[in-house]
């Protein structure tokens, strides 16, 4: 099975910041990634898929980059929406796996 | 509009059976992948099983011989029979439709709960 690991699991930002988490892969997974926001009680919404094409909807303030390993989700401006936890997951192979998770919280 | 919507969660007891479904609207279930993921409290998100477009079906592990997804095409719904059920499956589970193309969930349901306990 692939293994996601994000970085940071906890990040504090202000409003306004950018903020960058970071997916690496347990081997390489090409572009097949994808990022996902998930707020408290409700289900998780598709951000980012292809590593870094964005879903339709979503802010083109968030963007993501990478291939092979290592994998970014970058904020460019946080806003009081997004606080809430990011996953990334690898769509290269089953089983499906996930990041363990990066919350965003206020600062 | 694209909407999926679970049914079926709760209290059940260790050893117990419960059956899920998944309700989807605005596409035709058949014509996508559909998978199911579950999220137990206070964690982190995990791929329970998937059903391609073409019947066939995988799990992951922990519910493999335990779990079984099928669809009723004619009712456009997803389901997940779920037997020998375990403290550790207790989880709010998902139902999302999966891209053809890249694999990504780009459509979850709302969730429904499951407990497992005595």
């Known amino acids: 099975d692939i293994q996601l690991t994000q970085s940071p699991p906890f990040l504090s930002a202000s409003i306004g910041d950018r903020v960058t988490i970071t997916c690496r892969a347990s081997?390489?997974?090409?572009?097949?990634l994808a990022w996902y926001q998930q707020k408290p009680g409700k289900a998780p919404k598709l951000l980012i898929y292809a590593a870094s094409t964005l879903q339709s909807g979503v802010p083109s303030r968030f963007s993501g980059s990478g291939s092979g390993t290592e994998f970014t989700l970058t904020i460019s401006s946080l806003q009081p929406e997004d606080f809430a936890t990011y996953y990334c997951q690898q769509l290269n192979s089953y089983p499906r796996t996930f990041g363990q998770g990066t919350k965003v919280e206020i600062k | 509009e694209v909407q999926l919507v679970e049914s079926g969660g709760g209290l059940i007891q260790p050893g117990g059976s419960l059956r899920l479904s998944c309700a989807a609207s605005?596409?035709?279930?058949?014509?996508?992948?559909m998978s199911w993921v579950r999220q137990a409290p206070g964690k982190g998100l995990e791929w329970v099983s998937v059903i391609f477009s073409g019947g066939r079906t995988d799990y992951a592990d922990s519910v493999k011989g335990r779990f079984t997804i099928s669809r009723d095409n004619s009712k456009n719904t997803l389901y997940l029979q779920m037997n020998s059920l375990r403290a550790e499956d207790t989880a709010v589970y998902y139902c999302?439709?999966?891209?053809?193309?890249?694999?990504?969930?780009?459509?979850w349901g709302q969730g429904t709960l499951v407990t497992v306990s005595s």
């Open positions: 081997q390489g997974i090409s572009s097949f």
């Open positions: 999302a439709r999966t891209s053809i193309r890249y694999g990504d969930f780009d459509c």
């Open positions: 605005g596409f035709t279930i058949n014509s996508n992948h």
